[in-house]
T-cell receptor
Framework: EPEVTQTPSHQVTQMGQEVILRCVPISNHLYFYWYRQILGQKVEFLVSFYNNEISEKSEIFDDQFSVERPDGSNFTLKIRSTKLEDSAMYFC?????????????FGAGTRLSVL | DQQVKQNSPSLSVQEGRISILNCDYTNSMFDYFLWYKKYPAEGPTFLISISSIKDKNEDGRFTVFLNKSAKHLSLHIVPSQPGDSAVYFCAASGRHQGGSEKLVFGKGTKLTVNP
């Protein structure tokens, strides 16, 4: 069964460093998303991406964040200068079109720890 | 901003009995509702969904009921099995400008099914 793949599973970084979280969405999907979950809190929307551009972003997604689809398979989230409060689980999701267009499929997540 | 609320942080049921998980929402623009199941160290796994034009959707042991006038939905699991023990998230989406259809999540309910 196709799945969303995220790497790494755990990323530890120093405050102020840049991190890139990687995702391989399901191959025929067209819409891509990043969400995050701070420990003990809700899963929160960060950004959606379609047709090589951001279609919507939340207040959390400030200038320190960027997304890119550098090739036909990868979808990345970059945090330029990490802060302690960026520590969270980051989930990538994708969805297709047609009958299942409303269903987003999630990866296993990347745990980001900012020290 | 709690547009999607799951007021029960936890639920414990006996194997073979019915589990009922509840979810309330406030935003009338939501038109699609999903339930996700999450095990520790994994991403949310899609379980079942319902469109706002329906009031019930069934898939095997899982049934979702939607009461639009009360802005309430529930997930029924019958019969409950120990393998169903997980955190269950209610999520909602609505048509946004640009078609992002981001998901708004509740805080989750931790279900424990006792043998």
């Amino acid at each position: 069964e196709p799945e969303v793949t995220q790497t790494p599973s755990h990323q530890v970084t120093q405050m102020g460093q840049e991190v890139i979280l990687r995702c391989v969405p399901i191959s025929n999907h067209l819409y891509f998303y990043w969400y995050r979950q701070i420990l003990g809190q809700k899963v929160e929307f960060l950004v959606s991406f379609y047709n090589n551009e951001i279609s919507e972003k939340s207040e959390i997604f400030d200038d320190q964040f960027s997304v890119e689809r550098p090739d036909g398979s990868n979808f990345t989230l970059k945090i330029r200068s990490t802060k302690l409060e960026d520590s969270a689980m980051y989930f990538c999701a994708s969805r297709g079109d047609g009958n299942l267009k409303n269903i987003q499929y999630f990866g296993a997540g990347t745990r980001l720890s900012v020290l | 901003d709690q547009q999607v609320k799951q007021n029960s942080p936890s639920l414990s049921v006996q194997e073979g009995r019915i589990s009922i998980l509840n979810c309330d929402y406030t935003n009338s623009m939501f038109d699609y509702f999903l339930w996700y199941k999450k095990y520790p160290a994994e991403g949310p796994t899609f379980l079942i969904s319902i469109s706002s034009i329906k009031d019930k959707n069934e898939d095997g042991r899982f049934t979702v009921f939607l009461n639009k006038s009360a802005k309430h939905l529930s997930l029924h699991i019958v019969p409950s099995q120990p393998g169903d023990s997980a955190v269950y998230f209610c999520a909602a989406s609505g048509r946004h400008q640009g078609g992002s259809e981001k998901l708004v999540f509740g805080k989750g309910t931790k279900l424990t099914v006792n043998p």
